[in-house]
């Protein structure tokens, strides 16, 4: 074990998570409440925009309903959280362990559950040939968020209220390296490869004795999985889940991070899920600076609606002119798996 | 809850379905020509029944309400549609026609989402819903035990012809043998002599106004319009297309006709159910019968 040595990407998260901690302190504050929301809003995305990668970019398949998968995890992981707090108190000492256990059991059942239903819904559109998962998913994105609205249970119309607020810097970074290790492993084992092969060619990959159906199904239940845990953490840190938050717009959000990020490359998932993310605060905060026009007697006001009219022009005019992306297929080299000479 | 099955619950659904067979046979020629799942064609129809709005009060003033202000205000719909259909063609899906799939349906996407975002951001138009004028003065009559307005009729009429124009075109004129051409084999076509590009860009003139006119027939039935109306109707129509055979102009006003039923029995029974039906028919043709009603199974060609 002499010439063992700590993985770059551990050594660049630990750094991260040093960084911003100390920038927090009270003491330094030079990260403030808002700009911690922010960072740990760009930590879901990159979980989001990573497992969406997975689907549309490695495996070459078009999920448009990724909010949707984010809905059930946030739907059950809260349910349970705020299920459990009814109950009577743990004895002291025992609290906080206990609640963090609590959170971390509650965030994976989110994430099963919602693997669960992209089993459901992946096995019959990723039998086929073609676009189907595309009409599938974006259908399943509308029908989860009819379906929120209607459940009394949790809310309906006014959402999933008083959900713990359990997630905070430390666990959604330490959720997110997680998802960053594992999907960065699969994407480079076999597994990987064949998924890479089903995106390049379907025929050929299963003229070469792959499996399909089976590995779009795995590349999908994965995906969705992790955008349940996705969706967990973000209830859990806005202590509401709503179904407006997931619909159809915020999917597409999450899918311009993936393709402006570069189709298949998880390094240009994470940079444009940490870039879209402050652009979106930036731009909210630059158009409200603007001045307000006049046209003789009407005034005219550029709202914060407009962004995400830049966002769609972005979107394609990235296709039209760089429709590999920002990072192509090129992967930073923390992130890929040296291979041990023999 | 009313009745599953009356009179009145079939007049409402082929009312439904001859909206929904507008906008699906849009999708299904586009799709058989150019095989892309044109995402922004809910939006056509949305902005038909935003021209058939303006058209409303630009001429109100000077033609008096009755069938011809309706013509007119279809035919204002119908340009508004089927305008916006090829320019979207031409600068978003032009020039990616020989790049990969994945990148014509990501731009699909975000031209949709330009145009939501777009008209809900315009002041003109913005994000809150409007409430559709009435147009014709509402006639209602009495058939057995439903009750049928003038804009039933209104809505079957129009559906059904410019359905029968439709086959007309397709099946019996030089264009739409040349349509069919391209459908079964592009460069072949080309070969003969087709002017592909142009054949494209008529289909897409075509299924736009035809969404247009879809929009115009909304916005009279369901009379609330707002920009984001055309993600939901869209999609069902996208469904029936699936259902009927994508690719197949029969099957699209098949798939509509059923779903439009399937629907508004649906809703009779339960509204949340009624929300679902489109989405759980896909899943079921999709498992059992995925080349759709009157479509033909196809093979990769190595």
Redesign the interface.
């Given at each position: 074990m002499g010439n063992f040595k700590l993985p770059r990407l551990l050594i660049v998260a630990v750094i991260f998570f040093i960084v911003v901690t100390v920038l927090s302190l009270d003491q330094v504050y030079i990260l403030n409440g808002y700009f911690m929301v922010i960072i740990n809003r760009c930590m879901i995305f990159v979980i989001l925009a990573s497992s969406l990668n997975l689907i549309?970019g490695i495996t070459?398949q078009?999920s448009?309903g990724h909010m949707g998968f984010a809905a059930v995890g946030a739907y059950v992981s809260g349910t349970i959280t705020t299920l459990l707090l009814k109950l009577p108190p743990p004895p002291p000492g025992f609290a906080i362990s206990g609640s963090m256990f609590i959170f971390v059991v509650a965030i994976l059942v989110g994430g099963i559950s919602a693997a669960f239903v992209g089993f459901l819904?992946g096995f019959?559109?990723l039998?086929?040939?073609g676009?189907?998962l595309?009409?599938?998913t974006?259908?399943?994105g509308?029908?989860i968020r009819?379906?929120l609205n209607?459940i009394d249970y949790v809310g309906g119309p006014r959402g999933l209220l008083g959900i713990p607020k359990f997630s905070n810097f430390t666990s959604i970074w330490a959720f997110t390296l997680l998802t960053i290790v594992l999907l960065r492993n699969l994407v480079q084992s076999s597994h990987g490869r064949a998924m890479l092969s089903i995106r390049e060619n379907e025929?050929a990959s299963e003229l070469c004795g792959i499996d399909t159906t089976r590995y779009k199904v795995m590349g999908f239940v994965v995906g969705a999985f992790f955008a349940g845990v996705a969706g967990g953490l973000l209830a859990h840190l806005l202590q509401i889940a709503h179904p407006t938050q997931y619909g159809?717009?915020p999917s597409?959000l999450v899918?311009i991070m993936v393709?402006a990020g570069g189709?298949g490359s998880m390094t240009g998932s994470i940079l444009a899920a940490f870039c879209l993310t402050f652009l979106t605060e930036g731009l909210r905060v630059g158009i409200d600076a603007l001045p307000v026009f006049t046209f003789g007697a009407?005034t005219?006001r550029i709202?914060t609606?407009?962004v995400?009219?830049i966002?769609?022009?972005l979107?394609?005019l990235i296709?039209?002119f760089r429709?590999e992306g920002i990072m192509g297929m090129r992967e930073a080299k923390l992130l890929i798996i040296e291979e041990k000479k023999k | 809850m009313g009745e599953l099955f009356s009179l009145q619950q079939l007049v409402n659904g082929l009312q439904l379905g001859s909206i929904y067979a507008l906008i699906a046979l849009g999708y299904t020629m586009v799709y058989g020509i150019v095989r892309l799942i044109n995402f922004a064609h809910g939006d056509f129809y949305m902005l038909g029944a935003y021209a058939a709005y303006a058209a409303f009060f630009l001429f109100n003033a000077y033609i008096m309400p009755g069938n011809v202000f309706v013509f007119i205000v279809l035919i204002v719909a119908m340009i508004g549609g089927a305008a916006v259909a090829m320019l979207a063609n031409r600068f978003a899906y032009k020039p990616l026609r020989y790049k990969p799939k994945l990148s014509s349906l990501v731009t699909a996407i975000g031209v949709s989402m330009f145009l939501e975002y777009f008209c809900s951001a315009l002041p003109v138009i913005g994000p809150s819903p409007r409430g559709f004028p009435e147009i014709l003065p509402k006639v209602m009559w009495k058939i057995g035990s439903a009750q049928v307005s003038n804009y039933v009729v209104i809505d079957l009429v129009v559906a059904a012809a410019l359905m029968a124009g439709l086959t007309l075109l397709v099946q019996k004129s030089p264009l739409g043998r040349a349509m069919r051409a391209v459908s079964e084999d592009k460069d072949a076509a080309k070969l003969m002599g087709i002017n592909v590009e142009g054949i494209i860009s008529f289909t897409f003139l075509v299924g736009g106004a035809f969404a247009g006119a879809a929009g115009l027939l909304a916005g009279l039935t369901y009379p609330r319009i707002t920009p984001y109306m055309g993600i939901l109707p869209g999609l069902k129509a996208f469904i029936s297309a699936v259902l009927g055979g994508i690719g197949n102009i029969p099957g699209a006003m098949l798939g509509a006709y059923i779903m439009g039923i399937a629907e508004t029995t649906a809703n009779a029974y339960n509204s949340l159910l009624g929300e679902g039906i489109a989405f759980v028919i896909l899943i079921i043709v999709l498992l059992v019968r995925p080349t759709g009603l009157l479509g033909e199974k196809t093979a990769d060609k190595i």
């Open positions: 549309n070459g078009f448009l819904i019959p559109s039998r086929l040939k676009d189907y595309a009409i599938v974006l259908g399943f509308e029908i009819t379906i209607n025929l159809f717009l597409c899918l393709y189709m009407t005219f709202g609606e407009w995400m009219v966002y769609s022009v979107l394609v296709m039209l429709t | -």
